[in-house]
Every structure is written in C-alpha cells, then in structure tokens.
C-alpha cells in the first residue's frame, strides 16, 4: 500500500505526477495556509504531509494530536520557521526542506530589488502609468548607483554567496559580510560585525528563519545604516522588526528599502504602503517555474528516502 500523503498547497503539475506515482496523495486546492483544523488533522490522518510557507505547524499543533500517524514533514521551501523542528522531533516527525534549488533565482530577487530601488524604478512606473510623466528632464528622479558601492550581506549561506557573487562580479562591489563564521570563498570578500556590515551603502538580509533570527535587525541595527542607504530583506520576514523599519525610514534615517517577505504575510505594515521610496515585491523570491518544479521534487526525494529507509538528504 502506498503512503498517504497530502500536498497542501497546488504545485507545478510534473510535482503532482511524479508524487501520484509514489502517493496516495491527497491535493488540498486552496492558496491559503492550512486552518487550525486542518494542521492538527494532517498529522492524525497521513503518512506524510508537503507543507510550505504559512502551514503553522506550532507546538500547541503537535499537543493536540498525541499519537500522529505522519511521520514526516516534506516541506517545499528552504525556510521552515513555520515548522517547530523540535516540537515535531519530540513526537518522532522527521523534518526537511529544499535548500539548493531557490538559490539563484532568490539571489536574483535581491538583485532586482537593489536595482529597483536604486534607481526609483517602481516609483517611476506608477507615475508613468498614472498619467503624470511628462518628459525627460535632468533632474527628474535622480536615484542612487549602485556599482562600486558597498554591500553588506547579513547571512552569508548559499543565497548570501550567491548575492554576493553578482554583487562582486557583477558590480565590482566591495563586499562585506556578518555571519556566525567566516567563510572561504572565491572572492573579495570580509568578514565583520553586525554594525559594520549594517554601515554599507547596501543592506541585504539572508539569513535563515527561525528563533535564532527573529528580529535580528531592529532598530538598534538599523541605527547603524546610512542615511544614503538601502535596506533589502529576502530572507524571512519576522527576521526584521517591520515597524522599527517603517519608523526607520518614516525619519529619513535611511534612503530606501526594497522587501519580498514580510513579518506577518500577507498583511504588510500600512505605513510602508504609502513610502514611494520602498520597493514591495509580493514574495517572489523562487517564482520561476523550473524552480519551483525542482524545490517540489526535492522534497519528493526527501519523501521517498524516507519511505525507503533512507535518511532524507535534506533533513533539518
């Protein structure tokens, strides 16, 4: 008999195939994240659930089913805050995600974000399409460079590498970086502390989610940032204090920001939605679609690991 596994979001289509060749699956149609009900009767009624982002499978979830018949959380995505990995470790669930395939297409997001803010691109387009554009002019929106700046990438793991390869090669940016340890890297790039990282022309934020980055930069953070400089987060949301940020730039503190996560998505702050000066992407991060075909069937490798005896690659 094969495992009962639900997928609870919908996923590109050859994910979907390839799992109906290994699963009784069970496709849940909804875009939303998983009810309160709905958590706690994946773990009572499946071998296996495919969670992702918003799916909360809290500590309170994991009290309220005593003995769960899922044995293992694939989830599709590399950030699994939304997931208490001890919780689950204590009622025998096994843990995974899918590091690897988003990295590119993530560092790519940071990239694009740098640029747009920068550059006013997303303030430009909404003049444009309102009708008020009425001809180039020298000093019409002027905006910040961005090659031959400075960067400084807080996290330094795949995707902050990754960043700061574009950033290096792409800009002939001087890299900077803060991160738990120092890293051997192909590159000029150095290591420093918080606030001097937090001091670049560039703030991009990679980091992991998770207890350990909650609220890593707040206001005593950004305190450390230039009143030229532009803050990017395309790591977790709840990693920044999104009113600090707001208040932040509210001041004229900082220059700009540039967000694809938010702390409590999809509600964003109100009071970034009205900043011409931020650049609010509706997390974008891995949306390509070959990206997120091979982010599904790692997770599916995860699963049949698992089912076979293995240890799962990708076990967290």
């Not at 009784?24 to 909804?30: D, L």
């Not at 790519?108 to 444009?128: C, N, P, S």
């Amino acid at each position: 008999m094969k495992p009962r596994l639900l997928i609870t979001r919908p996923l590109p289509q050859s994910v979907l195939d390839a799992a109906d060749q290994q699963f009784e699956t069970v496709k849940r149609g909804a875009t939303s994240p998983l009810s309160a009900q709905e958590l706690r009767a994946a773990l009572a009624d499946f071998d296996a659930v495919l969670p992702t982002l918003g799916d909360a499978f809290s500590a309170d979830v994991f009290a309220d089913v005593p003995s769960p018949r899922a044995r293992i959380l694939a989830n599709f995505g590399v950030g699994y805050n939304h997931i208490d990995a001890s919780a689950a470790r204590a009622k025998g669930i096994i843990v995974t995600n899918t590091p690897g395939a988003v990295t590119d297409a993530t560092a790519d997001i940071a990239i694009t974000l740098m640029l747009m803010t920068a550059r006013r691109a997303g303030e430009g387009e909404r003049v444009l399409r309102s009708g008020d554009w009425h001809g180039w002019s020298p000093t019409q929106m002027l905006g910040l460079p961005v090659s031959g700046q400075s960067v400084g990438i807080i996290g330094m793991g795949r995707i902050g590498q990754a960043i700061a390869r574009r950033c290096h090669f792409g800009f002939g940016m001087d890299v900077r970086y803060f991160n738990r340890s120092a890293k051997s890297l192909d590159f000029s790039a150095r290591a420093v502390d918080l606030p001097t990282a937090m001091a670049a022309d560039f703030v991009v934020i990679a980091v992991s989610g998770g207890a350990h980055s909650h609220h890593l930069i707040g206001a005593d953070a950004l305190a450390h940032m230039r009143r030229t400089g532009i803050f990017i987060n395309i790591s977790r949301g709840d990693v920044v204090d999104e009113g600090a940020l707001a208040q932040a730039l509210a001041r004229g503190q900082i220059a700009g920001a540039g967000l694809d996560v938010y702390e409590a998505e999809p509600q964003i702050t109100p009071a970034l939605l009205g900043m011409q000066n931020v650049t609010l992407l509706p997390h974008l991060g891995t949306a390509v679609l070959a990206v997120r075909a091979a982010m599904g069937m790692m997770a599916l490798d995860n699963l049949t690991a698992f089912f076979q005896g293995r240890t799962p690659p990708n076990t967290v």
